[in-house]
């Protein structure tokens, strides 16, 4: 172990909340879990498990990351509060607002504690541990499985790694500190399967491939290969067998472009049009966004038009070419 990290001495809070409480703990994560949600939730229930306690985790949890928990092992729905039960809450900035999978934290009176890596907690638990220059809610997840003694073994470890590598965008960023890598260090070292999560994450089902080929059929390069857009509509989901779930990871793949610095991707739904926008070297997606009625990141942001495409595309063309003549004069020192 390093020097011990900002919030070690308020997890040791949690981790006595947990020892001390004998009823059930039921274990929960934000909704439309993510991989450091899942991890973090499966991490901590696998490990309380191992000290003989009764966990319940409901989650549903999405096609992309069905993978990693075994059948039965996390319960789809809460009905009810069990009796004497305390909620841990993970990778949650508000636990106000956690509606999940039956589960309403409104609504319950029990104790509540809470592990979280946001900037934006709301500091609302009976003992909590919030360190936003942490990775991911995983890692400290981590280190409370650390103060809680329990033996580290490959089904604890695994999960953990998981909401590591999906929160870093697999250790890819400059966001990554070297704290993440000793974390990961010490889930390899517990037996994490690094490989075998890298490769089930990186499958799609046939029918991504089948809309995509479709979708390749609209690509255009636009502005000199500048700006890469492609548009997929309800008809060819059909003629795929494929969901609006399928087109997620399309836009990250056209940004890949080389020489690309904006990225499309138009979700054209008959009577309204939504704007999926990713963008590199200084170019700002959000601009891009904003000027459409819509927000965002400036890496990554979005918009909705209740109007049709034919109609859309003017607007966005003009959006698109505001923000690369505000880029150029910029790099030409106006
Ligand atoms: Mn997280």
Redesign the pocket.
């Known amino acids: 172990m390093t020097d011990p990290a900002p919030h070690t001495n308020d997890l040791q809070a949690v981790a006595q909340t947990l020892l001390n409480h004998t009823g059930p703990i039921v274990v929960l994560s934000h909704e439309n879990p993510?991989g450091?949600?899942l991890g973090s939730v499966l991490g901590l229930t696998r490990a309380l498990r191992q000290l003989g306690r009764e966990v319940i985790a409901p989650m549903q949890v999405p096609r992309f990351l069905a993978f990693m928990p075994q059948p039965g092992e996390l319960g789809e729905r809460l009905h009810d509060w069990p009796a004497g039960a305390l909620a841990a809450v993970l990778?949650v900035d508000n636990n106000d607002h956690v509606r999940v999978a039956g589960a309403d934290l409104s609504t319950f009176t029990g104790p509540v504690v809470n592990v979280d890596?946001h900037g934006t907690n709301a500091r609302r638990a009976d003992a909590l541990a919030v360190d936003p220059g942490q990775p991911?809610?995983a890692v400290m997840v981590a280190d409370l499985i650390d103060l809680l003694r329990v033996e580290w073994n490959e089904q604890i470890a695994t999960p953990l790694m998981l909401?590591l590598i999906t929160?870093t965008g697999s250790f890819r960023f400059d966001s990554v500190t070297p704290q993440a890598f000793r974390a990961a260090a010490k889930l390899r070292e517990a037996g994490a399967r690094l490989g075998w999560i890298s490769d089930r994450l990186g499958q799609n089902p046939v029918t991504y491939y089948t809309l995509l080929r479709e979708v390749l059929g609209t690509l255009e390069f636009l502005h000199g290969g500048r700006v890469v857009l492609a548009r997929v509509d309800e008809a060819m989901l059909e003629r795929a067998g494929a969901a609006w779930e399928d087109v997620e990871n399309y836009v990250g793949m056209l940004r890949n472009a080389e020489g690309s610095q904006l990225a499309v991707m138009v979700k054209d739904y008959g009577e309204r049009v939504k704007l999926s926008l990713r963008s590199r070297a200084g170019v700002s997606a959000q601009n891009i966004a904003v000027a459409l009625g819509g927000g965002g990141h400036v890496p990554a942001a979005g918009a909705s038009l209740n109007q049709p495409w034919p109609a859309v595309a003017p607007q966005l063309d003009a959006a698109i070419t505001a923000e690369l003549t505000r880029v150029d004069q910029l790099s030409n020192g106006h």
């Open positions: 993510d450091d949600a990778d890596h991911a809610a909401g929160d």
